[in-house]
């Protein structure tokens, strides 16, 4: 426990046992033993709050306590106690309260010193050696290990190098440096071992500077100003000029006691604690942690808000997009080839491919023989077959690659996807496609924050530019600032922090610096990302993006609860002091009122432990929830053969032709069609009764009825089917019909999901 916090506490302590033992004594008749209790309970906090005011003046600020000090001096020098000592217990304990409502946990950057390396592999004389990473001199050739951190900037040595840069781009799938590439210390080799020439020592490194970064942007983060103290700078002349007419007037200086003690500012000192108090604590119920009143001041005032991508925006993964196959090849089989084979790995990629089967409920087959070429890809035996799942490198080796691959390829950068090829028996039968994706609740989570009033939202991120604006596009954010390395970001954030109130929003280590350096940092912490968390002035406990907007919202509630008590209080006080000015109100009895002006005021305060209000209609139950999510599920499998089928239709002869568009027409009128019929007969009806306002469902019936016109469209088509009537001209209708269907309910689903999201009971 530091000094300044043992005595707040022992300050609080000690006018408590002064005032209860004076008014022990008091009522046992000894009122000169009283008096003496109510002094030595007032002389200490006298003393302190002279120490705290004198420092503050050295600072060049002037608070609130300004008042207390002078009721409370003036309370014991004329002989009035008991009225100090009320003071110096609402005083001390104010203190106490601001001290639980502006702590905030540690940031000691412990996760980011714990995962830096201590030692490097150095090459010398034709051997390897263990040796501290200090002593790596520029020049020095280092191994890195599969799995292991790059200990220092370099240069790609060997003829390629398969790197996870996510702890400083937040970018999750990994990317091939080839020889001669630099590298970032901090990065993780995701691949086999590789040599490389260092060109930077330690403490001049990638990460070290992160490292750096944090520490500079905490330690210069201006210290938080109390609402309190903006409302004193008016109240504290009013009060002592106050305190004068009431002495002209009368002539009596314990008038003038009365008017400062009926002036004590407690309103001032308790109003924000425990209104910011309630706020943290409503707050924490959500799953949001905030650490202290002051972030959660900071929160209501923000006016911009920057998002990192990689796992704030997005999920901050590798999810399956898209199956590409061969001619005569089905995507179904393309997937559970290349997910059977991916189980005998452990990469991020593997996970994601294995996790998307399952999610179609595909059965997969243990395979046989595996052998894996780290950064490359894998192979292996599944039902006798042998498959090779890996890179365009591994799979069409000196060979030319097939129009569908090069198809596949171009989508894949269209995309910013990263590429698996699938090879049955040394043939090339299909390509998976992963990338990052959206997370489901980040269109919520970007209304809510403009409902919250946020006027300004920027995406800051490392990812490429063509990935990162298809996402702002997609989100209708005010801009996107792409390709930044962590120093980017901070000054990206400080670049808006000059002209409004700003928060930070990321996960990574590399988004550390920037919400160290935000007005206020909120990290999501639901996945362990310690070091943003420590950081960071907000964590979001839920894996929950939609939470930073409620965060705001609270916040916001809380901050006006605290001014309206503020304003209250204060309005009642100038009440009290005018009636001690005209010699109604004697010192104690003044002391007594203002007691009771506080209890209204911190009870209006603890308002803001509730929400702000109440929905008189139901929320739809998590079962009901559920439910329409797998139907969604079972849907998107349906979308995906689609995708398929306008695929296969290029190549596709006129027998062909007419078996996949029968099959499109099928899929569309058994699943698509009765879907939303469904929708529109039973669910919508169900919204409607949740919904605040039912009118919005209109547009979404809207969809129903254009993807109903085009299924009749896709029928009429396939009335013309008998190969005999099947043209290219046919092929391209049919084609641009079933593209059409499959992109529409594609958006149409992702909307209904947005809404049952947010009135789903959670």
């Not at 009522?27 to 420092?55: D, H, K």
């Not at 690659?401 to 090879?423: C, E, K």
């Not at 007419?658 to 099928?666: F, G, H, P, R, W």
Request: proline share 4%; charged share 20%; hydrophobic share 55%.
């Amino acid at each position: 426990m530091s000094f300044e916090r043992f005595m707040r506490w022992a300050l609080v302590s000690i006018a408590i046992a002064g005032l209860a033992a004076g008014l022990a004594a008091a009522l046992a008749g000894r009122p000169a033993l009283a008096e003496l209790c109510w002094t030595l309970a007032t002389l200490p906090v006298i003393a302190g709050l002279a120490v705290s005011m004198a420092r503050d003046l050295l600072g060049g600020r002037l608070g609130v306590d300004a008042i207390a000090l002078v009721s409370m001096s003036a309370a014991v020098v004329l002989g009035q106690p008991l009225a100090g000592a009320v003071v110096a217990l609402m005083y001390s304990g104010g203190n106490v309260l601001e001290e639980i409502a502006v702590a905030r946990a540690e940031r000691d950057l412990r996760s980011l010193v714990d995962r830096a390396p201590r030692e490097a592999h150095r090459l010398a004389e034709g051997r390897v050696e263990e040796v501290p990473i200090s002593a790596v001199a520029v020049g020095d050739r280092l191994l890195v290990h599969a799995g292991e951190v790059v200990p220092v900037d370099g240069v790609v040595n060997s003829n390629a190098a398969t790197i996870d840069e996510s702890a400083l781009t937040g970018e999750p799938i990994p990317v091939a440096r080839a020889r001669g590439a630099a590298i970032f210390s901090g990065s993780l080799n995701a691949g086999e071992t590789f040599e490389m020439s260092v060109s930077a020592l330690a403490g001049e490194s990638t990460y070290a500077g992160i490292v750096r970064l944090v520490t500079a942007a905490q330690t210069a983060k201006a210290p938080f100003v109390r609402l309190a103290d903006r409302y004193a700078l008016i109240f504290l002349p009013v009060t002592l000029a106050l305190a004068l007419v009431a002495w002209l007037i009368s002539g009596d200086l314990l008038r003038s006691l009365a008017v400062l003690v009926a002036a004590t500012p407690c309103p001032l000192i308790l109003a924000a604690p425990v209104a910011f108090i309630a706020g943290v604590a409503q707050a924490a119920r959500r799953g949001i942690l905030v650490k202290g009143g002051g972030p959660l001041e900071a929160l209501a005032r923000a006016h911009t808000v920057l998002f990192d991508k990689t796992g704030t925006l997005t999920v901050g993964g590798a999810r399956l997009l898209s199956v590409e196959v061969a001619p005569g090849e089905t995507a179904e089989e393309i997937l559970m080839l290349g997910a059977s084979l991916e189980q005998a790995s452990h990469h991020v990629i593997a996970n994601a491919i294995v996790q998307a089967a399952a999610e179609r409920g595909l059965q997969l087959e243990l395979p046989e023989r595996v052998r894996e070429s780290m950064g490359s890809g894998l192979q292996g035996v599944i039902g006798g077959r042998r498959v090779i799942a890996g890179s365009r490198e591994m799979i069409f080796t000196g060979e030319p690659v097939a129009d569908w691959a090069t198809r596949a390829i171009r989508r894949a950068s269209w995309r910013s996807a990263l590429i698996v090829f699938i090879a049955v028996e040394g043939r090339p039968v299909g390509a998976l496609l992963l990338a990052d994706e959206l997370r489901s609740d980040t269109p919520r989570a970007i209304r809510l924050l403009r409902e919250a009033g946020i006027a300004r939202i920027l995406m800051v991120t490392g990812d490429r530019a063509a990935a990162a604006q298809a996402i702002g596009a997609a989100l209708d954010l005010d801009g996107v600032l792409a390709e930044r390395v962590p120093s980017d970001k901070v000054d990206a954030v400080r670049s808006e922090q000059r002209l409004h109130p700003t928060i930070m929003v990321g996960d990574g280590i590399n988004d550390a610096p920037a919400l160290a350096s935000a007005d206020v940092g909120i990290a999501l912490g639901a996945r362990g990302a310690s070091a943003s968390s420590e950081a960071a002035d907000v964590v979001i406990l839920a894996d929950r993006l939609d939470r930073v907007g409620e965060a705001i919202a609270i916040a916001r509630r809380a901050r006006h609860i605290a001014i309206q008590s503020i304003v209250v209080g204060m309005g009642l006080s100038m009440l009290a002091m005018l009636a001690a000015v005209l010699g109604w109100l004697m010192p104690v009895p003044a002391a007594i009122l203002q007691e009771l002006i506080d209890v209204a005021v911190i009870l209006n305060a603890l308002r803001a432990l509730k929400p702000a209000g109440v929905r008189s209609v139901r929320s739809m139950t998590a079962a009901a929830g559920r439910e329409l999510h797998h139907n969604h599920l079972a849907l998107l499998r349906s979308l995906d053969r689609l995708r398929s089928i306008v695929d296969a239709l290029d190549d596709a002869g006129p027998e062909r032709a007419a078996a996949l568009i029968a099959e499109a027409n099928v899929l569309v009128q058994d699943k698509v069609v009765a879907h939303e019929r469904d929708d529109e007969g039973h669910v919508y009806p169900q919204l409607a009764e949740v919904l605040r306002e039912a009118h919005g469902l209109s547009a979404m019936s809207r969809a129903h009825r254009e993807i109903l016109h085009l299924a009749r469209l896709l029928a009429a088509v396939a009335k013309e089917l008998p190969s005999e009537n099947v043209d290219r001209y046919l092929i391209r209708d049919a084609q641009r019909l079933i593209e059409a269907v499959e992109t529409l309910v594609r958006l149409h689903t992702a909307q209904e999901e947005d809404i049952y999201e947010a009135v789903a009971a959670r």
